[in-house]
């Protein structure tokens, strides 16, 4: 029984707290795919892909481990209305930022030119999404 107290919490922020779950479980799926990527795998890239995964330091993995991991911790955090969803959602977004920041800034941009840059894009929108949703969940009493 719940808190008469306690504010409703809308049909929408389940269909979103979902999405979130959906979202971040694609991610740690792309995680593991990527990092499972065995040298046969890697013989069937182009050269400078292949050239980029090889020189690709351990902390850029390491990156990309945390963002997809806390970021899937904090969609089910989101999903047990629980606030520290969006500390989670924070950590996920910042590790994001610095494994996309060293892909650009590692000459990544200029081998996947502008096209290669919306999917990083849309994945560090939708990270500032989750951070901003979680928060606005903590304002509105949804999240504790």
Known sequence: MEDAAKPAVP?????VAVLALLWEGMGCFSYLAQTGMMGAKL??????QAEVWRATPVWVWCAFAVAVWVGLAGAVLLLLRHRLARAAFAVSLLAAILQFGWAYTAGGAARTGAGGAVLPICIIAAGAFLVWFAGHGIRRGWLR
């Not at 013989?43 to 400078?48: L, N, R, V």
């Open 11 to 15: 049909a929408w922020f389940w269909i």
């Open 43 to 48: 013989g069937e890239m182009p050269a400078e």
